[in-house]
């Protein structure tokens, strides 16, 4: 088993930043990649970063292209994303998924390909 524990969270004003935070615990070893979702009241969760363990390659949504970086720290078992230029549309409620195996760079944004999710962490943009 995994546990995925999110941090830094919380209310910005529209054009600030943020940066979340996701431990990993346990099996760690058995992880390929990590990755970060978004869901807000009424909607689906979205895909919105992720990241390889192993050679660090990243995918993200088209709506964080260039406002949103995603980050690993291996030794602390450990993925940040960086979060600025903030909107209120991207306010939702963030999760950290890790994954046993994704086979193939489409798959990445697939909530179905992640095995293990934290609590979510509440981010809420104001205009």
């Known amino acids: 088993q995994v546990q995925l524990v999110e941090s830094g969270g919380g209310l910005v004003q529209a054009g600030g930043s943020l940066r979340l935070s996701c431990a990993a615990s346990?099996?760690?070893?058995?992880?390929?990649?990590m990755g970060w979702f978004r869901q807000a009241p009424g909607k689906e969760r979205e895909f919105v970063y992720a990241?390889?363990?192993?050679?660090?390659?990243?995918h993200y949504a088209d709506s964080v292209k260039g406002r949103f970086t995603i980050s690993r720290d291996n030794a602390k078992n450990t993925v940040y994303l960086q979060m600025n230029s903030l909107k209120p549309e991207d306010t939702a409620i963030y999760y950290c998924a890790a994954s046993r195996l994704i086979v193939g760079a489409p798959y990445y944004g697939k909530p179905s390909m992640y095995d293990y999710w934290g609590q979510g962490t509440q981010v809420t943009v104001s205009s």
């Open positions: 990241i390889s363990w192993s050679d660090g390659s990243t």
């Open positions: 346990g099996r760690t070893f058995s992880l390929y990649a």
